[in-house]
């Protein structure tokens, strides 16, 4: 047997291999130079620090001082932020934290967020309004971030996220997976693909960033105002069929048929996944219909939330 995907990719792809593939690329490196160490703990570096924060716009409330992430600005330690403090970029903010060695956040001007938590099994911050670029390399689930609609838990990825000051949001994939979950409802992101929350809803379905604007317009319709599944179900191409998987799990009961349908057009299902299991939501039969769809394992996931800490 000829065994050249294993070296150059070329040739009939072993599925054994893919699968590894699948399962590993969440751990793949992509740290970059890690920000300078901080400077010494005298008074001057503490004055100094001090005198920065309040030139770049940022301000701290008082917290329990804790672990915490370091506060830098153009790549230049500044100061620290410890559990249970809030950071306020102002209108000249644009800083960076460094996650305990473990990432790297990039926080824009008129952004409010907190931290909960810095511990060796989880990294925590709230986002309560404003954006940020998120660059992660710890372990999948370890860096959550809260939004007052939705929770992102990252699964080794760059993203960005922005909350409204009404509390509904957006994140944007650009490299990995996020977890966006809430209400009950939890939505997959891969890369390439964003999804929207609103207050008092939770997550909406996941769609690619290139999905046709009919197809986004009618999503949105479907997850806020309760419209709009035929559009979506008109427009979806096959690259779009994680949409339709989402929706498998989301959409009334009467209208389960229609999506179903909709995605055995795009991405039959494979053996062992019937009609009446995935109107049932089965999810054994849900998960194997996934596997088929190229964006990894759903055993990988199971596996990663009966490990998440509590």
């Known amino acids: 047997m000829k065994n050249d995907y294993l070296w150059d990719r070329s040739g009939a792809p072993d599925p054994e291999v893919q699968r590894l593939e699948q399962l590993l690329r969440a751990f793949r490196s992509q740290r970059p130079v890690p920000l300078p160490a901080a400077p010494p703990r005298r008074r001057w570096a503490m004055l100094a620090a001090a005198a920065a924060l309040a030139g770049i716009g940022i301000w701290l409330t008082s917290g329990v ?9 153009a790549g230049t330690p500044v100061g620290h932020l410890a559990v249970g403090e809030t950071l306020e ?7 960076t934290l460094d996650v305990s060695g473990l ?17 060796a099994r989880e990294q925590r911050m709230a986002l309560d309004h404003g954006s940020i670029r998120a660059l992660i390399w710890a372990p999948p689930r370890t860096f959550v971030v809260d939004t007052p609609s939705a929770v992102a838990t990252d699964l080794g990825c760059y993203y960005t996220m922005q909350v409204d000051p009404d509390g509904s949001g957006l994140v944007n994939v ?13 939505s997959f992101i891969p890369a390439g693909a ?24 009618a999503l949105a319709d479907f997850d806020f105002a309760q419209g709009g599944l035929d559009t979506v179900l008109a427009e979806a191409t096959k690259d779009d069929a994680f949409t339709l998987w989402h929706l498998l799990s989301r959409c009334p009961p009467a209208q389960a048929a229609s999506v179903y349908d909709a995605l055995a057009k795009l991405a039959p299902p494979p ?20 596997d088929q769809l190229g964006f990894g394992y759903a055993n990988w996931w199971r596996h990663l939330e009966s490990r998440q800490p509590r």
Do not use: H, M
Not at 104 to 115: G, H, M, T, Y
Not at 197 to 216: C, E, I, K, N
């Open 103 to 119: 990432g790297r956040i990039e926080v824009d001007a008129n952004s409010r967020l907190r931290l909960e938590r810095a511990g």
């Open 271 to 290: 053996a062992g996944v019937t009609r009446d299991g995935i109107l049932r939501r089965d999810r054994k039969q849900l998960d194997r219909w996934w």
């Open 194 to 217: 964003s999804c929207r929350t609103r207050s008092g809803v939770g997550p909406g379905t996941p769609y690619r960033d290139q999905a046709s604007p009919a197809l986004r317009q």
């Open 174 to 186: 650009l490299a990995g997976w996020v977890s966006f979950a809430s209400q009950g409802k939890e």
């Open 89 to 95: 970029t102002g209108a000249t903010g644009n800083i």
């Open 65 to 73: 001082p804790q672990a915490g992430w370091r506060i830098a600005r």
